[in-house]
Protein backbone atom coordinates (compact mmCIF):
# COMPACT_ATOMS: atom_id res chain seq x y z
CA UNK A 1 0.00 0.00 0.00
CA UNK A 2 1.44 3.50 -1.10
CA UNK A 3 1.66 6.21 1.82
CA UNK A 4 0.65 9.34 1.40
CA UNK A 5 0.86 12.97 2.96
CA UNK A 6 -0.80 15.93 2.08
CA UNK A 7 -0.32 19.28 3.55
CA UNK A 8 -2.61 22.32 3.58
CA UNK A 9 -1.72 26.31 3.23
CA UNK A 10 -4.00 29.14 2.80
CA UNK A 11 -7.82 29.43 3.00
CA UNK A 12 -10.79 27.76 4.25
CA UNK A 13 -11.33 26.51 0.62
CA UNK A 14 -7.99 25.27 0.04
CA UNK A 15 -8.40 23.21 3.24
CA UNK A 16 -11.99 22.04 1.81
CA UNK A 17 -10.16 20.45 -1.33
CA UNK A 18 -7.47 18.69 0.43
CA UNK A 19 -10.03 17.30 2.25
CA UNK A 20 -11.76 15.98 -0.75
CA UNK A 21 -8.26 14.82 -2.17
CA UNK A 22 -7.53 13.09 0.55
CA UNK A 23 -10.68 11.44 0.73
CA UNK A 24 -10.06 10.23 -3.29
CA UNK A 25 -6.47 8.89 -2.11
CA UNK A 26 -8.09 6.66 0.68
CA UNK A 27 -10.38 5.45 -1.58
CA UNK A 28 -7.96 3.82 -4.34
CA UNK A 29 -6.17 2.61 -1.05
CA UNK A 30 -3.67 5.15 -0.44
CA UNK A 31 -2.65 4.99 3.32
CA UNK A 32 -2.83 8.62 4.50
CA UNK A 33 -0.08 9.45 7.32
CA UNK A 34 1.57 12.75 8.68
CA UNK A 35 3.30 15.31 6.55
CA UNK A 36 6.29 14.71 8.69
CA UNK A 37 6.41 11.45 7.94
CA UNK A 38 8.52 9.40 4.87
CA UNK A 39 5.51 8.61 2.28
CA UNK A 40 5.35 7.91 -1.26
CA UNK A 41 3.50 10.80 -2.54
CA UNK A 42 3.07 14.29 -0.78
CA UNK A 43 0.43 16.45 -2.00
CA UNK A 44 1.06 20.36 -1.43
CA UNK A 45 -1.88 22.33 -1.76
CA UNK A 46 -0.28 25.86 -2.04
CA UNK A 47 -1.56 29.44 -1.53
CA UNK A 48 -0.91 32.38 -3.72
CA UNK A 49 -2.48 35.63 -2.28
CA UNK A 50 0.80 37.21 -1.07
CA UNK A 51 4.60 36.41 -2.16
CA UNK A 52 4.90 35.14 1.22
CA UNK A 53 2.82 32.47 0.44
CA UNK A 54 4.53 31.95 -2.85
CA UNK A 55 7.62 31.69 -1.11
CA UNK A 56 6.10 28.97 1.97
CA UNK A 57 4.50 26.67 -1.10
CA UNK A 58 8.01 27.03 -2.17
CA UNK A 59 9.34 26.21 1.23
CA UNK A 60 6.93 23.10 1.68
CA UNK A 61 7.64 21.29 -1.42
CA UNK A 62 11.25 21.57 -1.01
CA UNK A 63 10.99 19.91 2.15
CA UNK A 64 8.94 17.26 1.20
CA UNK A 65 11.62 16.59 -1.46
CA UNK A 66 14.46 16.52 1.62
CA UNK A 67 12.22 13.77 3.50
CA UNK A 68 11.83 11.22 0.43
CA UNK A 69 13.99 12.07 -2.67
CA UNK A 70 12.15 8.79 -4.03
CA UNK A 71 8.52 10.31 -3.23
CA UNK A 72 6.45 11.91 -5.83
CA UNK A 73 5.76 15.11 -5.21
CA UNK A 74 2.83 17.01 -6.18
CA UNK A 75 1.99 20.83 -6.06
CA UNK A 76 -1.10 21.39 -5.98
CA UNK A 77 -3.29 25.14 -6.22
CA UNK A 78 -3.18 28.70 -6.28
CA UNK A 79 0.90 28.86 -6.63
CA UNK A 80 1.06 26.51 -9.67
CA UNK A 81 -1.94 28.63 -11.41
CA UNK A 82 -0.37 31.65 -10.99
CA UNK A 83 3.22 30.59 -11.48
CA UNK A 84 2.96 27.40 -13.84
CA UNK A 85 6.63 28.20 -15.62
CA UNK A 86 8.19 28.50 -12.46
CA UNK A 87 6.32 25.31 -11.22
CA UNK A 88 7.08 23.45 -14.21
CA UNK A 89 10.73 24.24 -13.78
CA UNK A 90 11.37 22.99 -10.29
CA UNK A 91 13.10 20.10 -10.59
CA UNK A 92 11.61 19.00 -7.33
CA UNK A 93 7.94 18.64 -8.30
CA UNK A 94 6.46 15.62 -10.61
CA UNK A 95 2.83 16.62 -10.89
CA UNK A 96 1.13 20.16 -11.25
CA UNK A 97 -2.35 20.61 -10.20
CA UNK A 98 -3.79 23.97 -10.92
CA UNK A 99 -7.20 24.87 -9.65
CA UNK A 100 -10.44 23.19 -11.15
CA UNK A 101 -8.26 20.26 -11.42
CA UNK A 102 -8.02 18.91 -8.13
CA UNK A 103 -10.54 15.89 -8.52
CA UNK A 104 -7.97 14.05 -11.13
CA UNK A 105 -4.83 13.58 -8.64
CA UNK A 106 -5.43 9.88 -8.73
CA UNK A 107 -5.62 10.20 -12.76
CA UNK A 108 -2.42 12.16 -12.70
CA UNK A 109 -0.42 10.02 -9.82
CA UNK A 110 -1.48 6.79 -12.20
CA UNK A 111 -0.09 8.19 -15.18
CA UNK A 112 2.97 9.67 -13.49
CA UNK A 113 3.65 6.17 -11.49
CA UNK A 114 3.66 4.82 -15.38
CA UNK A 115 5.58 7.20 -16.40
CA UNK A 116 8.66 7.16 -13.98
CA UNK A 117 8.31 3.08 -14.46
CA UNK A 118 9.46 4.10 -18.03
CA UNK A 119 11.48 6.48 -18.24
CA UNK A 120 12.38 7.21 -14.03
CA UNK A 121 11.18 10.56 -14.54
CA UNK A 122 8.40 12.68 -14.58
CA UNK A 123 6.76 15.85 -14.93
CA UNK A 124 2.53 15.77 -15.64
CA UNK A 125 0.36 18.94 -15.63
CA UNK A 126 -2.83 19.14 -14.80
CA UNK A 127 -3.45 23.18 -15.18
CA UNK A 128 -5.75 25.28 -17.62
CA UNK A 129 -6.69 28.78 -17.93
CA UNK A 130 -9.31 29.68 -15.93
CA UNK A 131 -9.97 33.12 -17.78
CA UNK A 132 -13.27 31.71 -19.41
CA UNK A 133 -13.87 28.93 -16.85
CA UNK A 134 -17.54 28.37 -16.68
CA UNK A 135 -17.39 25.09 -15.00
CA UNK A 136 -17.50 24.55 -11.47
CA UNK A 137 -15.12 21.29 -10.45
CA UNK A 138 -17.32 18.26 -9.67
CA UNK A 139 -15.90 17.17 -5.56
CA UNK A 140 -17.74 15.96 -3.16
CA UNK A 141 -16.95 15.40 0.49
CA UNK A 142 -18.73 12.38 2.38
CA UNK A 143 -16.56 12.49 5.66
CA UNK A 144 -14.82 15.67 7.65
CA UNK A 145 -11.72 14.93 9.38
CA UNK A 146 -13.03 17.49 12.07
CA UNK A 147 -16.20 15.36 12.61
CA UNK A 148 -18.08 17.95 14.26
CA UNK A 149 -17.77 21.11 12.10
CA UNK A 150 -17.29 20.75 8.26
CA UNK A 151 -16.73 22.96 5.71
CA UNK A 152 -18.65 23.17 2.17
CA UNK A 153 -17.11 25.09 -0.84
CA UNK A 154 -20.01 26.32 -2.59
CA UNK A 155 -18.59 28.23 -5.64
CA UNK A 156 -15.19 28.82 -6.81
CA UNK A 157 -13.81 32.22 -8.25
CA UNK A 158 -14.29 36.39 -7.85
CA UNK A 159 -15.08 38.76 -10.14
CA UNK A 160 -13.88 41.68 -7.33
CA UNK A 161 -10.50 42.23 -8.89
CA UNK A 162 -9.22 44.36 -5.28
CA UNK A 163 -5.92 46.03 -6.59
CA UNK A 164 -4.01 44.16 -4.03
CA UNK A 165 -5.15 40.51 -4.69
CA UNK A 166 -4.04 37.74 -7.06
CA UNK A 167 -7.36 35.44 -6.52
CA UNK A 168 -9.16 36.59 -9.45
CA UNK A 169 -6.30 35.32 -11.84
CA UNK A 170 -5.84 32.11 -9.95
CA UNK A 171 -9.29 31.04 -9.21
CA UNK A 172 -10.90 32.89 -12.30
CA UNK A 173 -14.35 33.89 -12.38
CA UNK A 174 -17.32 33.44 -10.46
CA UNK A 175 -18.57 29.38 -10.96
CA UNK A 176 -21.74 28.61 -8.34
CA UNK A 177 -22.25 24.96 -7.12
CA UNK A 178 -25.55 23.78 -8.11
CA UNK A 179 -27.80 23.54 -4.86
CA UNK A 180 -28.40 20.01 -5.33
CA UNK A 181 -24.86 19.27 -5.04
CA UNK A 182 -24.69 20.75 -1.88
CA UNK A 183 -27.75 19.63 -0.47
CA UNK A 184 -26.91 16.12 -1.11
CA UNK A 185 -23.28 16.83 0.51
CA UNK A 186 -24.67 18.34 3.58
CA UNK A 187 -26.74 15.16 4.22
CA UNK A 188 -23.60 13.17 3.72
CA UNK A 189 -22.11 15.03 5.94
CA UNK A 190 -24.63 14.92 8.68
CA UNK A 191 -24.92 10.74 8.48
CA UNK A 192 -21.26 10.73 9.13
CA UNK A 193 -21.95 13.07 12.53
CA UNK A 194 -21.54 16.62 11.23
CA UNK A 195 -23.56 18.48 13.41
CA UNK A 196 -21.89 21.93 11.79
CA UNK A 197 -21.56 23.06 8.46
CA UNK A 198 -19.65 26.51 7.45
CA UNK A 199 -20.55 27.37 3.81
CA UNK A 200 -17.40 28.81 1.96
CA UNK A 201 -15.83 29.87 -0.92
CA UNK A 202 -13.82 32.05 -2.72
CA UNK A 203 -16.82 35.14 -2.62
CA UNK A 204 -19.29 33.30 -0.84
CA UNK A 205 -21.78 36.68 -1.55
CA UNK A 206 -21.41 35.67 -5.20
CA UNK A 207 -22.87 32.46 -5.17
CA UNK A 208 -25.93 31.91 -7.68
CA UNK A 209 -24.96 35.14 -10.02
CA UNK A 210 -24.42 32.74 -12.64
CA UNK A 211 -27.31 30.09 -12.17
CA UNK A 212 -30.17 32.05 -11.30
CA UNK A 213 -30.05 31.66 -7.40
CA UNK A 214 -28.79 33.14 -4.25
CA UNK A 215 -26.90 32.82 -1.12
CA UNK A 216 -30.04 33.43 0.49
CA UNK A 217 -32.32 30.96 -1.25
CA UNK A 218 -29.08 28.00 -0.71
CA UNK A 219 -29.28 28.79 2.91
CA UNK A 220 -33.23 28.60 3.40
CA UNK A 221 -32.64 25.12 1.60
CA UNK A 222 -29.62 23.89 3.60
CA UNK A 223 -32.07 25.00 6.42
CA UNK A 224 -34.20 22.07 5.73
CA UNK A 225 -32.17 19.78 6.34
CA UNK A 226 -32.81 17.05 9.03
CA UNK A 227 -30.27 16.54 11.90
CA UNK A 228 -27.93 19.48 11.10
CA UNK A 229 -27.69 21.48 14.08
CA UNK A 230 -25.74 24.82 13.16
CA UNK A 231 -24.87 26.88 9.80
CA UNK A 232 -21.94 29.31 9.44
CA UNK A 233 -21.12 31.11 6.64
CA UNK A 234 -18.12 32.34 5.91
CA UNK A 235 -16.48 35.68 4.69
CA UNK A 236 -19.44 38.17 3.72
CA UNK A 237 -19.06 40.90 1.18
CA UNK A 238 -20.48 44.22 2.77
CA UNK A 239 -22.75 44.22 -0.40
CA UNK A 240 -25.10 41.66 0.35
CA UNK A 241 -26.26 42.81 3.84
CA UNK A 242 -29.42 44.34 2.40
CA UNK A 243 -32.55 44.87 4.41
CA UNK A 244 -34.35 41.90 2.45
CA UNK A 245 -31.55 39.49 3.17
CA UNK A 246 -30.56 40.19 6.71
CA UNK A 247 -34.53 39.82 7.14
CA UNK A 248 -34.80 36.47 5.72
CA UNK A 249 -31.51 35.04 7.08
CA UNK A 250 -33.07 36.39 10.54
CA UNK A 251 -36.20 33.16 9.97
CA UNK A 252 -32.83 30.71 9.60
CA UNK A 253 -33.50 29.34 12.80
CA UNK A 254 -29.96 27.34 12.13
CA UNK A 255 -27.93 30.28 11.34
CA UNK A 256 -25.14 31.42 13.33
CA UNK A 257 -24.98 34.97 13.64
CA UNK A 258 -21.46 35.35 13.70
CA UNK A 259 -20.57 37.48 10.34
CA UNK A 260 -17.32 37.82 9.03
CA UNK A 261 -17.65 41.34 7.01
CA UNK A 262 -14.64 42.22 4.86
CA UNK A 263 -13.57 45.65 5.89
CA UNK A 264 -9.74 46.18 4.40
CA UNK A 265 -9.58 49.75 5.39
CA UNK A 266 -12.18 52.52 7.62
CA UNK A 267 -10.56 55.41 5.25
CA UNK A 268 -13.04 56.05 2.24
CA UNK A 269 -9.82 57.15 0.05
CA UNK A 270 -8.17 54.18 0.99
CA UNK A 271 -11.08 51.47 -0.02
CA UNK A 272 -11.44 53.60 -3.20
CA UNK A 273 -7.34 52.62 -3.58
CA UNK A 274 -8.25 48.97 -3.29
CA UNK A 275 -11.16 48.94 -5.43
CA UNK A 276 -13.66 47.88 -2.85
CA UNK A 277 -16.83 48.47 -4.25
CA UNK A 278 -18.99 50.07 -0.93
CA UNK A 279 -17.79 53.07 1.96
CA UNK A 280 -17.55 53.50 5.02
CA UNK A 281 -20.91 55.16 5.40
CA UNK A 282 -22.70 51.67 3.82
CA UNK A 283 -20.65 49.31 5.97
CA UNK A 284 -21.96 50.68 9.12
CA UNK A 285 -25.17 50.34 7.88
CA UNK A 286 -24.14 46.57 7.05
CA UNK A 287 -23.62 46.11 10.48
CA UNK A 288 -26.83 47.85 11.86
CA UNK A 289 -28.62 45.46 10.22
CA UNK A 290 -27.18 42.80 11.77
CA UNK A 291 -27.26 44.46 15.06
CA UNK A 292 -30.79 45.00 14.94
CA UNK A 293 -32.33 41.42 13.57
CA UNK A 294 -30.30 39.72 16.13
CA UNK A 295 -29.65 39.64 19.47
CA UNK A 296 -26.19 40.14 20.24
CA UNK A 297 -23.97 39.27 16.58
CA UNK A 298 -20.46 38.60 16.48
CA UNK A 299 -19.10 40.81 13.81
CA UNK A 300 -15.92 40.54 12.73
CA UNK A 301 -13.44 41.66 9.96
CA UNK A 302 -10.01 41.64 8.21
CA UNK A 303 -8.01 45.01 8.00
CA UNK A 304 -4.93 45.55 6.23
CA UNK A 305 -2.47 47.74 7.70
CA UNK A 306 -0.04 50.27 5.32
CA UNK A 307 -1.77 49.93 2.00
CA UNK A 308 0.57 51.73 -0.42
CA UNK A 309 -0.09 55.53 0.27
CA UNK A 310 -1.67 55.54 3.21
CA UNK A 311 -1.23 58.29 5.13
CA UNK A 312 -1.13 59.02 9.26
CA UNK A 313 -4.41 60.37 8.72
CA UNK A 314 -6.08 57.65 7.12
CA UNK A 315 -4.78 55.40 9.50
CA UNK A 316 -6.42 57.48 12.26
CA UNK A 317 -9.92 57.66 10.38
CA UNK A 318 -9.35 53.54 10.55
CA UNK A 319 -8.84 53.42 14.01
CA UNK A 320 -11.88 55.24 14.53
CA UNK A 321 -13.87 53.66 12.40
CA UNK A 322 -12.82 50.08 14.48
CA UNK A 323 -13.76 51.82 17.63
CA UNK A 324 -17.53 52.93 16.24
CA UNK A 325 -18.35 49.43 14.89
CA UNK A 326 -17.20 47.58 17.95
CA UNK A 327 -15.87 44.46 16.26
CA UNK A 328 -15.74 41.09 17.89
CA UNK A 329 -12.59 40.45 16.32
CA UNK A 330 -10.63 41.79 13.58
CA UNK A 331 -8.04 39.96 11.29
CA UNK A 332 -4.76 41.84 10.87
CA UNK A 333 -2.67 41.39 8.04
CA UNK A 334 0.48 43.95 7.34
CA UNK A 335 0.25 44.69 3.51
CA UNK A 336 2.58 42.57 1.67
CA UNK A 337 3.47 43.09 -2.41
CA UNK A 338 1.72 40.47 -4.71
CA UNK A 339 3.53 40.27 -8.25
CA UNK A 340 0.83 40.63 -10.83
CA UNK A 341 -1.55 43.10 -9.05
CA UNK A 342 -2.02 46.88 -9.48
CA UNK A 343 -1.25 47.83 -5.82
CA UNK A 344 2.59 46.25 -6.08
CA UNK A 345 3.18 48.87 -8.52
CA UNK A 346 1.94 51.65 -6.81
CA UNK A 347 3.80 54.44 -5.50
CA UNK A 348 3.70 55.59 -2.20
CA UNK A 349 4.65 52.07 -0.60
CA UNK A 350 4.71 52.12 3.49
CA UNK A 351 7.63 50.69 5.30
CA UNK A 352 7.88 47.30 7.49
CA UNK A 353 8.46 49.47 10.34
CA UNK A 354 5.30 51.43 9.98
CA UNK A 355 3.27 48.66 8.78
CA UNK A 356 4.61 46.69 11.88
CA UNK A 357 3.39 49.85 14.29
CA UNK A 358 0.00 50.12 13.26
CA UNK A 359 -0.91 46.66 13.58
CA UNK A 360 -0.03 46.79 17.02
CA UNK A 361 -2.55 49.55 17.28
CA UNK A 362 -4.99 48.52 15.87
CA UNK A 363 -4.67 45.38 17.89
CA UNK A 364 -4.54 47.02 21.01
CA UNK A 365 -7.52 48.76 20.66
CA UNK A 366 -9.18 45.68 19.33
CA UNK A 367 -8.51 43.50 22.31
CA UNK A 368 -10.62 45.46 24.35
CA UNK A 369 -13.71 45.32 22.04
CA UNK A 370 -13.48 41.35 21.90
CA UNK A 371 -13.44 41.44 25.90
CA UNK A 372 -16.43 43.53 25.92
CA UNK A 373 -17.93 40.96 23.55
CA UNK A 374 -17.22 37.80 25.57
CA UNK A 375 -18.21 39.72 28.67
CA UNK A 376 -21.44 39.87 27.76
CA UNK A 377 -21.97 36.01 27.85
CA UNK A 378 -20.39 35.76 31.69
CA UNK A 379 -23.65 34.47 33.70
CA UNK A 380 -25.81 33.97 31.24
CA UNK A 381 -26.81 30.20 30.20
CA UNK A 382 -25.83 29.41 26.49
CA UNK A 383 -25.46 26.28 24.28
CA UNK A 384 -21.88 24.99 23.11
CA UNK A 385 -21.15 22.35 20.86
CA UNK A 386 -18.28 20.53 22.99
CA UNK A 387 -15.37 20.31 19.80
CA UNK A 388 -12.31 18.30 21.51
CA UNK A 389 -10.07 18.38 24.75
CA UNK A 390 -7.25 20.75 25.54
CA UNK A 391 -4.31 20.86 27.81
CA UNK A 392 -3.68 24.95 29.09
CA UNK A 393 -1.59 25.23 31.86
CA UNK A 394 -1.66 21.61 32.99
CA UNK A 395 -5.10 21.39 33.32
CA UNK A 396 -7.31 19.78 30.75
CA UNK A 397 -10.47 21.25 29.34
CA UNK A 398 -13.54 20.50 26.95
CA UNK A 399 -13.61 23.26 24.35
CA UNK A 400 -16.89 24.31 23.22
CA UNK A 401 -17.88 26.88 20.73
CA UNK A 402 -21.13 28.45 20.94
CA UNK A 403 -23.33 30.54 17.94
CA UNK A 404 -21.36 33.54 17.97
CA UNK A 405 -18.08 31.51 18.19
CA UNK A 406 -17.39 31.94 21.45
CA UNK A 407 -14.81 29.92 23.16
CA UNK A 408 -16.05 28.84 26.29
CA UNK A 409 -14.36 25.35 28.31
CA UNK A 410 -15.36 23.01 31.26
CA UNK A 411 -12.49 21.12 33.16
CA UNK A 412 -12.55 17.35 32.41
CA UNK A 413 -13.79 16.90 35.70
CA UNK A 414 -16.86 18.84 35.42
CA UNK A 415 -18.29 17.53 32.15
CA UNK A 416 -19.29 13.98 31.51
CA UNK A 417 -20.58 14.15 28.10
CA UNK A 418 -18.93 13.45 24.75
CA UNK A 419 -17.25 15.29 22.07
CA UNK A 420 -19.54 16.39 19.34
CA UNK A 421 -22.41 16.77 21.86
CA UNK A 422 -24.18 20.12 22.74
CA UNK A 423 -24.24 20.90 26.53
CA UNK A 424 -26.11 24.07 28.18
CA UNK A 425 -23.21 25.81 30.37
CA UNK A 426 -22.93 29.57 32.24
CA UNK A 427 -19.85 30.72 32.11
CA UNK A 428 -18.81 32.63 34.95
CA UNK A 429 -15.42 34.34 34.05
CA UNK A 430 -11.91 34.50 31.84
CA UNK A 431 -9.81 31.81 31.53
CA UNK A 432 -7.81 33.98 29.27
CA UNK A 433 -7.97 36.46 26.83
CA UNK A 434 -9.19 34.01 24.37
CA UNK A 435 -11.44 31.92 26.29
CA UNK A 436 -14.27 31.84 29.23
CA UNK A 437 -14.52 29.30 31.58
CA UNK A 438 -17.57 27.37 33.36
Known amino acids: MMKAALHNLGCKVNAYETEVMEQLLIENGYEIVDFGDIADVYVINTCSVTNIADRKSRQMIHQAARRNPDAIIVAAGCYVQTSKDEAMADPDIDIIIGNN ?5 VELLNACIAKKRETDTAEIAGIHDLTHEITYEDMLLKKSMEHTRAFIKVQDGCNQFCTYCIIPYARGRVRSRSMEEVLNEVKLLVRSGVKEVVLTGIHVSSYGIDTGSSLIELIEAINEVPGLMRIRLSSLEPRIITDEFVDRLSKVDKICPHFHLSLQSGADSVLLRMNRKYDTVEYEK ?3 RLRDKFEHPAITTDIICGFPQETDEEFAETCEFVRRIRFFETHLFKYSKRKGTVAAGMSGQITEAVKADRSHILSDIQKEYKREFMSYYIGREVEILVENKENIDGATYYVGLNKEYVRILIHEEDYHGRINEFVR ?14
Request: net charge neutral; aromatic share 4%.
Open 286 to 288: CCN
Open 425 to 438: VTPRGFLNEDSLIV
Open 101 to 105: EKNRI
